[in-house]
Nanobody, 116 residues
């Protein structure tokens, strides 16, 4: 059974940093894409960053380019989202997603709040 568990969310002041983690289990990491999405109150879910299984290609939403960095752990079963220079508009629930040949899977989400 595929399971994705996010952690690392919290509250931070504007300009601060957070590092989100997504631990994945129950599947093979070959031929998959892992992504981070976010959903702000009253808005739809937005793609933040996505990376291939080899980690050679990572794409970012324009709104986070230069501030967020997505990476994979050495064991390839964990992905991270390093978020720097956070802004109030980054406030959202952040979700990890896996897309593989067997389908798409979501984690439960972790709240990120950026405010004074």
């Amino acid at each position: 059974q595929v399971r994705l568990v996010e952690s690392g969310g919290g509250s931070v002041q504007p300009g601060g940093s957070l590092r989100l983690s997504c631990a994945a289990s129950g599947f093979s990491f070959s031929n998959n894409v892992m992504s981070w999405y976010r959903q702000a109150p009253g808005k739809g879910r937005e793609l933040v960053a996505t990376t291939t299984s080899g980690g050679s290609t990572t794409n970012y939403a324009d709104s986070v380019k230069g501030r967020f960095t997505m990476s994979r752990g050495n064991a390839k079963n964990t992905v991270y989202l390093q978020m720097n220079s956070l802004k109030p508009e980054d406030t959202a629930v952040y979700y990890c997603r896996l897309d593989s040949l067997s389908g798409g899977y979501w984690g439960q989400g972790t709240q990120v709040t950026v405010s004074l």
